[in-house]
Nanobody, 120 residues
Framework: QLQFVESGGGLVQAGGSLRLSCAAS????????MGWYRRAPGKQRELVAT???????NYAASVKDRFTISRDNAKNTVYLQMNSLKPEDTAVYYC??????????????WGQGTQVTVSS
């Protein structure tokens, strides 16, 4: 059984910081690309940041220079450090990863989602 579990999130004032984590566990052979997405109320899900297995990163323009995505390959974990948070960052944040199981099947896994609320 393979799991992908998020932690972090919560309520913070504008200008504050939060850190999200997402850890994969189970019968894992390898973890490929990982990323964070978010869905604000009344809006479609949007990409926040991605990171390849080699560490190459990509950010949405709205979060560049404020958010940092990183990963710990030994722990199969991806992080999202969010600084200088704004009310418009309020959303449910989801992690995602392409995980290859020990049966050599690669599937896309999603975390359960965590609420981030930024007050003005």
């Amino acid at each position: 059984q393979l799991q992908f579990v998020e932690s972090g999130g919560g309520l913070v004032q504008a200008g504050g910081s939060l850190r999200l984590s997402c850890a994969a566990s189970g019968n894992i052979f390898s973890v490929n690309g990982m990323g964070w997405y978010r869905r604000a109320p009344g809006k479609q899900r949007e990409l926040v940041a991605t990171i390849t297995s080699g560490g190459r990163t990509n950010y949405a323009a709205s979060v560049k220079d404020r958010f940092t995505i990183s990963r710990d390959n030994a722990k199969n974990t991806v992080y999202l450090q969010m600084n200088s948070l704004k009310p418009e960052d309020t959303a449910v944040y989801y992690c995602n990863a392409a995980i290859e199981s020990i049966t050599r099947v690669t599937l896309s896994y999603w975390g359960q989602g965590t609420q981030v609320t930024v007050s003005s």
